[in-house]
């Protein structure tokens, strides 16, 4: 794990960014906050509708607007509020102090154009080179990824490489600038499992070389435990539990960290076990939530649970509990 | 087997009929309007249009064949409410009429062309070695302008309503036919037409069960903007002597008969020229709508 | 698993390949080796799970037992008739007895059918009934599976994600089938409602004596699942065994780094892993002798020329290797 110097370097404070549509507004985002230190990993986790990919493109702007808007909150990087900040400013801070990669290496990389102009293109934009210096660098980023053959790689196009090394190419872009964050969503989800070894190797080789912090979203709770250093859970657009990535796994509190948990199929259980279900669906994100998302598939659920919206509290060592009947117990993993 | 839904909707009780048609008025309509504005205001002319084409004789004023000489010429007043034409005839009374003609051959063709092209899209769609004899066909068909097909078909055949529809719809159907063909391509790659192979149905039910139903929305669209563009063809035809025999009065008749007279009475080209560009335009906008509401990627889900 | 149990399908040297066209005159310029010969058996209310990452040719084993597609060579058996030769029509009678249930929720029902048509279709093809034996075969299957009977009206789109799943697991059921296919049947969920779906199967599979042929990439799925498992990697079987023996003993270096690349969710394990380098090959130019050679850490000369065959090295256990491991 690498390490990190414990300094804030973005602060998001009870952000909220709503989608107002024909049928209702969809409150994708309900007032999550959480920090990343410089160099550090942290990991959002949660299943698809949470509003861990939205958080994400709210960083940094990039919420299509309408329908969209981020209606409240702050995002501070170091102290300045992003959402303060002209397009121009937020152009500035793209690619070059905050980049992203995508989850679909497919379809992110433009078909038209060859890898060394789209590298070149995010230096060519937040750096004065000269074309040399590009070129030089281009070629340096790509054996940093581990591309084999980088001076034939430069010219060619996006359909002769396949998806292990698009994701590569993506995350070279993206370390272009030496960036402080590099937000990574579902970076390795369409990827075959031995590829997704192999980008989360790399991955954890160039954090530990280039110190920059990492916005980890993810569904899957193995990349996380391999990768990160903190972990928000999010449900419903919510933040339900914050923890170092030790004791989220190992006493998870909230009753869908420690559902999801068990409901996972592992490879070290014993083949025949069945899996804990969680019952129900997630809620509608369409109609208002009044107290607790989860409570309607929650075990431990009471009265107060169906009326108040548990308020997130600090059990000790950092780890943030957003529930009125916290697990506090040790799970058996 | 089919399952029967609301028994309400089985029950021959009128109150409960009344009740749905005025919850219809009241409750459902304004919502369509916030909702498309324009398709409801093209509906609605429609509707009007249509509404004229059927009640012709009773709003007719006078008998649109009727040629009073001494009345030629007339402009718009409060006896001739459109004036009359160079033959005396009532020109309010023709419009009345042509509305007949316009409303007729723009629902036949559209529904014609839909048929046929439906049937040879899908027949081309499935039988994979006729498909490049069709296709080369529609192909040469596109690439006269349709117009131009509508013209030599009626020059070899006299004139008439039902030659200008047929002439018409040949005109229409390779791009139905197109449009077709390329759904039911991409349909046959769809999982759950793959599921149906797999739960052994015939292909026949599997071209009524699941092909159909899925083409049905994006050809209705089509039919619109068919019903449309045969309007306007129909016009023009007439409008070159190619169309609608004379004596029956079409909006695109009225319009070339007086053709030459236009710098003097204007009026005898204004009001069925308006006529036939606002039921244009109300087809257009109606499709429009139609396309918008059947659109799935526009659909409510996020 | 009881080896006395009957054999339903078999498989022997299945072969899939496409020709790829190219050119005005289309001619073909190579061939998509998808499957390369491949043989299994699965017996009566066995699971066996086929996995393996993309370009492996699992999916096409499952549409070709389907008959989704027609086979290029090899012989497929069900109840020890031969089938793969069979026409389209021939083949219809069996479609009772070997169903599938698809990847994708989202597209593999009719958006334009009601619930209760789609899981009733395949009833509606081989039997004859009334309305209100209809009726009340759907409300049994949506029982079965765990939805409500007032849902048969709805349509897919008023599903969730694993509601329509398992309107495709009650459409696979109601004919009563002995053999369903599952196409990565959870790949496209949650992991919350994944456990939901699964779980489902083993009920099922436990109350009916329904087998399964359990496609897919995810391996911790595919181990709660399965009772006998097979690694693919190129459109060959590289390995077969019991579920439990596979993961203690895996004895292929494809299985084994396979199993060592998945992520555990415990960050205090120690991951010993076996990095792979290099991309999958294409199915088109495949590598000579034994395809794995180019990203294997334990390749020799003899595998860049000689194919190895699949033995069995212990019972039931069986791996197409030079340098079989942990045997």
Known sequence: MSQTTGKPILEVNDLRTYFYTRDGVVRSVDGVSFSVSEGETLAIVGESGCGKSVTSLSILRLIASPPGKIVAGSIRFHGEDLLGFSDEQMRDIRGDKISMIFQEPMTSLNPVLTIGRQIGEVLELHRQCTKEEVRRRILELLK?????????????????????????????????????????????????????????????????????????ITHDLGVVAEMAQRVVVMYAGRKVEEANVFDLFEKPMHPYTLGLLNSMPRLDDAASKRLVEIPGMVPSMRTEIVGCAFAPRCSSAS????????VLKDHGNEHWVACWNPVLVKANV | MSMSIHSS?????WSGRLFRVSHFFKDQLPALYKRYPFAVIGAATLILMGFIAIFAPYLATVDPQAVTPLNRLRPPSWQDWFGTDALGRDVYSRVMYGARVSLTVGIAVAFLSTVIGMSIGLITGFVRWLDPIVMRIMDGLMSIPSILLAIALMAVTKASIENVIIAITLAEVPRVVRLVRSLVLSLREQPYVEAAAASGTPLIKTLLRHILPNIAAPLLVQATYICASAMITEAILSFIGAGTPPNIPSWGNIMAESRSLFQIAGYLILFPSIFLSATVLAVNYLGDGLRDALDPRLSRRM | MSKTANKLLELKNLCKHYPIRKGILSRISG????????????????????????????????????????????????????????????????????????????????????????????????????????????????????????????????????????????????VKPKLIMCDEPVSALDVSVQAQVINLLGDLQKEFGVSYLFIAHDLAVVKHISHRIAVMYLGRIVELAETAELFNRPSHPYTEALLSAVPIPDPKHQRKQIVLGGDVPSPINRPSGCHFHTRCIYAQERCKVEEPKLEETSPGHFVACHFKLNT
């Open chain 3, 31 to 174: 061939y998509v080796h998808a499957v390369d010969g491949v043989s299994f058996s699965i017996y009566e209310g066995e699971t066996l799970g086929l996995v393996g990452e993309s370009g492996c040719g699992k999916s096409s084993v499952g549409r070709t037992i389907l008959r989704l597609m027609d086979p290029s060579a090899g012989e497929i058996y069900w109840k020890g008739e031969r089938i793969d030769q069979l026409t389209r029509s021939q083949i219809r009678p069996y479609r009772k007895e070997i169903q599938a249930v698809f990847q994708d929720p989202y597209s593999s029902l009719n958006p334009r059918m009601r619930a209760a048509d789609i899981v009733s279709e395949p009833l509606r093809n081989f039997e004859k009934l009334s309305q209100a034996e209809g009726r009340e075969r759907v409300r049994e299957l949506f029982a079965l599976v765990g939805l409500r009977p007032d849902q048969m009206l709805r349509y897919p789109h008023e599903f969730s994600g694993g509601q329509r799943q398992r309107l495709g697991i009650a459409r696979a059921l109601s």
């Open chain 1, 144 to 216: 940093m990824v581990n591309i084999p053959e980088p001076e034939s790689r430069i010219d060619e196009y996006p359909h002769q490489l396949s998806g292990g090394m698009r994701q590569r190419i993506m995350i070279a872009m993206a370390l272009a600038c030496d960036p402080e964050i590099l937000i990574a969503d579902e970076p390795t989800t369409a990827l075959d499992v031995t590829i997704q070894a192999q980008i989360l190797n790399l991955m954890r080789e160039l954090r530990d070389r280039t110190r920059a912090a990492i916005i980890l």
């Open chain 2, 9 to 13: 909707l089985n029950s021959s009780d």
């Open chain 1, 303 to 310: 009265e107060r649970c169906t009326q108040e919206s548990p």
